[in-house]
């Protein structure tokens, strides 16, 4: 295979500064770079936050509302510096939070009408119902769906960055015939005609199979890293990664 079809390798990223950790180590003082990194978060992620509302009984216009209402109020708080290091997972702090945010939905929304809180960031959520259809069609718990949605969320952003690392045309029709490939055990179905039509042998075919897949395993574990503030619960959390998505 010609050494232009295949995209440069890059070292996977030591867990060092995550983005959940820059908000946890600013604690209450909201620094600039930890109001940037938590809004970022919050970008990425409001889809489960979806999901679990829906799943929780409101209406998808009502959804929607609660998602906004509880982003504003998530980036307008600065009591982080209260978060222990056994919730240092951004996944649980933010269903815990959503749940005393939805506890607590009254007073919240006369807050609200008092002019207590102020959108800090906009999150378009439109499509909100089409991107959560898989957990709203299923009949999970609330916490289910917001799970199931988090790993799809995980799997849906670190795809796309692999796909990103594919540029040149030769790159990307690579990258299309092998996509398939990352969700059925890494099997290539019909290698030796695929190999032809790319123009390559069926060795250099596998080979770079599998290098797709390791890049996307190593894409994976970065994204769950962002959310996490301690590098010893890695593990667990891709653990919990397998175990929603199946």
């Known amino acids: 295979m010609p050494a232009n079809c295949l995209p440069a390798t890059q070292d996977h990223a030591a867990f060092m500064t995550t983005r959940w950790s ?3 180590r600013a604690g209450g003082r909201g620094t600039a770079g930890s109001a940037e990194a938590l809004e970022t978060l919050c970008r990425a992620y409001w889809p489960p936050l979806y999901a679990f509302v829906r799943r929780d009984g409101h209406s998808p216009h009502d959804a929607k509302d609660i998602v906004q209402a509880f982003l ?5 708080r600065n009591d982080f510096a209260n978060v222990s290091p056994d919730k240092g997972r951004f996944r649980s702090f933010l ?10 939905r009254t007073r919240t929304r006369t807050a609200q009408k008092r002019g207590g809180y102020r959108p800090a960031v906009s999150i378009h959520i439109d499509n909100a119902e089409i991107i959560c259809e898989p957990e ?7 916490d289910k769906a917001f799970d199931r949605r988090w790993a799809r969320t995980i799997l849906a952003r670190a ?3 692999l796909r990103g690392e594919y540029r040149s045309p030769q790159q990307q029709r690579l990258f299309k015939a092998l996509e398939p490939s990352l969700v059925e055990g890494g099997r290539v179905w019909n290698e030796a005609q695929l190999a032809a039509e790319l123009g390559v042998t069926s060795g250099a075919l596998a080979v770079a199979a599998t290098r797709l897949r390791q890049r996307y395993r190593a894409l994976l574990e970065t994204e769950v890293a962002e959310t996490l503030s301690n590098a010893a619960d ?4 891709m653990r919990a990664l397998r ?3 199946l």
């Open 136 to 142: 709203l069609a299923d009949t999970l718990t609330p």
């Open 22 to 24: 820059d908000v946890l």
């Open 243 to 245: 175990e929603a998505w």
């Open 72 to 76: 504003a109020h998530l980036l307008c």
């Open 234 to 237: 890695l593990a667990e959390e």
């Open 159 to 161: 795809l796309e960055r």
């Open 95 to 104: 269903l815990m939070a959503l749940k005393h945010f939805l506890a607590s």
